[in-house]
């Protein structure tokens, strides 16, 4: 359904289309299955971050990545795919920017609600803004998270405000969402305090360590945490902590650890997501390419946004 | 004057007294010469930076440091240094960062107005912070401005709020100073767009290039704006952008460019400036050591502000 | 059967006998059971490569290695392996580069056929020249190929000519080999268009993925592979392209990509490899070291040589 | 049994107590259950290393890491853990280096024989230093080792005397322990001669490498090796060589390879023998951090012994 | 003369004026004053190569770039320049890829001879392609160079082709320019052989060492320069090559030495150039972005391009 | 004087001569004008260093450098170089390494007194070593020194024993040399102890700082030191520990600081050196290539010792 011929053989910007001006006028929103928005904020990161350039690394990246899923024989051009840009930052005024990401979730559901969006971060703290937005354009929707992470981001807002480490609290303190319709598969090792453990009992937010997710398969711990979510909300929003990474593949999270995730395991977990009928928006954060490895973590957050997009394609048909 | 014997050989870390509890008690601060107060902030800064990180990296940095300047002939011993910590930094909120900069200053200035206040930054909007602080302290003083930046730092203070970019423009548009009671060392290239040279012009705003000062060398550029400044105020605040460096010395710096100063031009300067009794102030800004090369750039700032007090050893004898 | 003892724990290089013009002289070629030879030629890859530097820097590494294979139990030294240099290269003349690469390999098979030729790359181009030297040298046998590799490398040789994307087309379209004598183990992800999967099966190229493989293990893909092929053949040409692996092993392989096969993976497959009686050549190629990390890519190709030389030697006992 | 309350949620180095002037003098012995020692010594390493700058790395990583285990759901602080500071080392004396770590172990063992000793080296030849303290403390136990490690560290004390290469050696032929009571889990690959197999076969020295310890699970290798050994000691010795790991998750372990360990594998290695009541001191060795990337093999020396740390937990209670 | 508002402080970006179909249309050739033109070409390099990456990383990295020179007071803005674009390249065929860069120059010279090209390289094997293309153009014309290099450039064109090593000596066998009309600013240290020195006094070509034109400073002898050759030709061709910058200051060009130029010795060198009515044509070559420092080395070279621009603008006025 | 023929334009590799087995037997030493010698410990240095991996990186290095001096008009062919490999080290040995060199120096010297000795380091311990290797072949002899450092060297040797801190006070204590026979250029900024300084002043120790020595140029003070030493001395011994150089241009020299001596500088100074009669022998110490960043120092190491050789020619015609 998209009227310029694409390239036989086209790679991922060739596909996906950047809305200028001149596009914008003649798009037929109700052809439009995705639409990516970037969000260049890092400045309400707890430790210094550069994920701000993340929007920008991945178009740059995605230059490198065929439409066409070897694996899944999938090909992502069935898919109509829209590049909205960036949300507007300001340098000094964080409250402003995060208003700002949520009346752009906001209106973009109130205007296409037919579209799937997908946010590239930006940290963490964007995940309550953009779910905000959501809620105030679906009031009547339960919304559930799909958490994959190493931290539990639950940390105070009293201490913190609406930081990378806050989000999911940040969340349920709003009453946006219910903590038992959070759940967070990939924490592990040292890197969560106590007290967040137990608030996350409290609270009833569901986690699966890595530990325990790798004894049927990560795979597996996804499939049964979309079936319990899936039957008491709405909507699921799916939110990728890159940091949920092992830091031998992530050296571009700043807060990615040893005895993190493989790339192969989250990749197929977010294909899994892609292909449930409940998972209806998506984001990817806390991925720094100013720290990165020979771009190793920005072709990992590429290859997350296409295996989600790839499950996307797989639930269409 | 410092009780406790020091080694026969000390290193800068052994003569630097931090402030812990123990020590605040017994301290008598009429022998207190210098003041060094970290401030970890860069989320203030325009583009990504890990400045935040500066303060920590001196302080390990400086263990490599002897306190004796061979060149001068200079044993920084002579001065009693205290390292009264950091600023207490909030994660979102920076008015809240900048009103507690400002309030450090002020309780320094009234508290103890015998010691010289060294600030180790974070990001040049807090220059700003500081002499407002200093201003509020000392009411009745005209506060001049050496400044050693490739940059003016005179953006729009309403497109950019109080970041990095605007600190000079905030302080004279808050009549904090006048635009005359500035000078620029360092200036260059193609890093400052032409209304604000327009707008230095219009509020008297001095600078010298660093083609201009080249001509009879940054020492002499220094000593001419030290005596030119000195005649119209009561204190002159030194604030050095290490961006002001060549990008091949400070490949820490983010904003460095080639074409930049060399380290030995800079130690010079801050130097010349330590010796002038006018200059009651001085900080260190825009060092970001998570980008650093072999730590060049963090040793460069320890040695900055080692060549200022090497000129205010020689200053006080 | 080695002339001069080797001292009782020899590493690589003591082992490996560079043949220069001495040695040339009196060397029993019927002794000889490999041969090495480095392609020194990366300017006929799509993207910029250092893969030239390789021969070099695997002759470096292997300094850093015993003969001694622990876990087999296997020494290496009962082979007698020499070294024959490089192929010569033009600087601007690929075609003679490419002609260069197919008489090395022609005259090595006509004046020592009972010598397994061992070729150290370079890009993937050179395998086509390699396999085209085989040919010419043994016109009347089947040639398959066992192919490690992210990608097909069947793009078209009109709009690339004999580039690192095109050999295994190349080989198909002259008439070198048949489509079906063709067995890729590792393509994944997002690194292979449509159109060149669908080559594949008009062809008849045979694929395995990453994902498929590794339902059994890499391993048993490995051994049904060869028992496919070498039912059909004469002779199993073993091309290894090291962006087969993870991005986080192999950092220096310019193609690499997350999501890719793991250095156990790759060792154990080469191996299995080598013990097959009918694979009588190998290559390794795309492993540029002037990117690579902490030399993690340089030694995982010595390694990938001296597992396929594990494999050489239980095949002999 | 802490005397100052920890904040509600600690950080490592919040929790472990440096021992200084102040706090030795109030200490109760009998409440430490682990005392943590520094030996920066790597001048006796074979190749150029600065793993003598791992004590302070592992000291600053510490502060990123919590204290609670959320896998195990283990929180640290119910131990009382003393970080006693670095063994005093000489510039160009290695002897008297030496000399220095068995005084330090004999001492701890004779004075405070209650705790167990963590040592954070250095380079390996510090274990046979470390296990003869002990021995000179306790000259009547039987001494067993549990080793990870890519290496048998047996070579020649004739050629290199007591560097990292040795100290497994050194031990057997000074009588300090019987070569069956070691066990050495994880060589691999080519970097181990085929003498030094044959030393460990005669001397009766027990390894398992890693493709044998993974048919099984790695985990399970160290409970039969801690079977094996426990019924024939009285104490094991518990030292990891942080090059067992891969290249790809250790790039600051100068000799870690391609094929080794991952660090999820190590770290429930370390915390099954962490669990054994007759496993009773622990090191970690040959980690340099002035090569590692983005902290990844220092972040894993933390995850080392804080996992050695919970299966002590999970074995007191 | 342009037609769009520019924003009051442009960058770079802002102001350069990419042609893209849409624009290329109503483009009004009579108001163009400078033709960018990208040479992805480095499959001629000697040596492994990535400056077929340096067109775009100075696309990227001009965006930091303001459009106004503080020490010359000079904005750019006051000339029209556009980006033609990259020339088209093969994958394979070095001939043909230097046949499209000859004819490129040929078209842009034959149909807008009112314009400056300035090629972004790419290799210095373009910069004889790129004369010659001139002269086919103007046949009539003697053409001068004014090279900046640490190296001559006169290989042998039988050994190498037409390669990085090779291009003025291809301009003078070729009988495309004289020896004496080329002057060669910079060569220094161990990195020209001898009988490249003779061949340079055989034919005539000029040069001056970097010792030698320190002596009165290097923009002294870019003026002599300048002046001799301005009476022998009726157009210069200004080719930089990077790597006549000091390694510390350009790690980024492949071939870049110790005790080569700083890069504002360099900056000044091309100014002054821009400035000379002679001065028809530059390039900027042999820079590779994928070994670049900090991005030093993009950045001298986007500053080295304006740098020659702001002399062009100080021409006119 | 060389029999074998060189190539026309060699590279230094091919025109310096290994010496091994075979040559030795062949070899007419009063031909050999310079023997290289290289000594791989660095061991004994104060902080880790892997500068005993320097000898092998000049090795490869020099292949890239001519053997003609461009700006000097020198051809280095005309001296006979041989290259002896590497001093015998011990792995834990400290003294036994240090007694090899000392009879290194001391058999060449009895043997081969007509060839000038230049080695090439390991760290600055050897010096002493060295020296005293000198003094033992010729007691008669007064020795001096010129040392091109950062550093004193003076630091105790109770202390430190023979490390890299202690070698010209070493040789003083030892009576090898008298203190007023010493003469450093170089020594700069906050890395020297003022006890240092004052045993300097006691034992005569000249020295002239960098600010000093760029009074009227580092050449110029180079020229005044060889006057004063020379009529001093019998034989002048030049150190050049690599450190002296600024951290921007000498980032793979651990303790090279901001604001050292420049490249160009160093060249110059060797190569005046290198011409005069008394100058007898050469060091190079304290590069660390593991630390390096794109080889910019061990090119400017490889570039000292052709500077230094190029003296040594005009010395001699
Ligand atoms: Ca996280
Ligand atoms: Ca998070
Ligand atoms: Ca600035
Ligand atoms: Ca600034
Ligand atoms: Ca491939
Ligand atoms: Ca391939
Ligand atoms: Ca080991
Ligand atoms: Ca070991
Ligand atoms: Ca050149
Ligand atoms: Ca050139
Ligand atoms: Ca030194
Ligand atoms: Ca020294």
């Not at 009346?103 to 964007?126: F, N, V, Y």
């Not at 303190?173 to 598969?185: A, F, K, L, P, Q």
């Not at 992530?250 to 009928?277: K, Q, Y």
Request: net charge negative; glycine share 8%; proline share 6%.
């Amino acid at each position: 359904h998209r009227p310029d011929p694409l390239p036989p053989d086209p790679q991922v910007h060739q596909w996906i289309e950047p809305l200028d001006e001149n596009r914008v006028k003649n798009l037929d929103w109700s052809e439009v299955d995705v639409t990516l928005l970037g969000v260049p904020l890092s400045r309400s990161s707890i430790s210094a971050s550069g994920a701000s350039e993340n929007p920008d690394a991945l178009r740059r990246a995605w230059k490198g990545f065929a439409t066409y899923n070897l694996e899944e024989e999938v090909d992502l051009t069935s898919l109509k795919v829209v590049d909205l840009g960036d949300v507007r930052q300001h340098v000094t005024d964080i409250p402003t920017c995060h208003r700002n990401i949520t009346e752009a979730m906001e209106a973009m559901r109130k205007h296409h609600p037919q579209t799937l969006p997908l946010t590239m971060g930006g940290d963490h703290s964007i995940t309550a803004m953009l779910v905000k937005g959501w809620k105030k354009a679906h009031p009547e929707e339960q919304i559930g998270l799909l958490q994959l992470d190493t931290h539990f981001d639950l940390r105070s807002l009293e201490d913190f405000g609406p930081a990378n480490g806050t989000p999911i609290r940040n969340l349920i303190e709003s009453g946006t969402i219910r903590g038992e319709d959070v759940c967070n598969i990939g924490p592990h090792g040292f890197f969560n305090a106590r007290t967040l453990k137990e608030y996350a009992i409290e609270t009833g937010v569901r986690y699966i360590t890595l530990k325990e997710a790798r004894k049927e398969g990560v795979d597996h711990a996804v499939r049964e945490a979309l079936e319990v979510l899936s039957d008491r909300v709405d909507t699921l929003y799916l939110t990728v902590d890159m940091d949920v990474l092992d830091i031998g593949f992530a050296p571009g999270a700043p807060a990615a650890t040893p005895g993190g995730m493989r790339t192969d395991e989250l990749f197929e977990a977010v294909r899994i997501a892609g292909t449930h009928s409940r998972v209806k928006a998506m984001d990817l954060v806390c991925l720094d390419p100013l720290r990165d490895v020979r771009e190793a973590t920005v072709k990992a957050g590429v290859h997350v946004m296409l295996s989600f997009l790839t499950g996307l394609v797989q639930r269409k048909s």
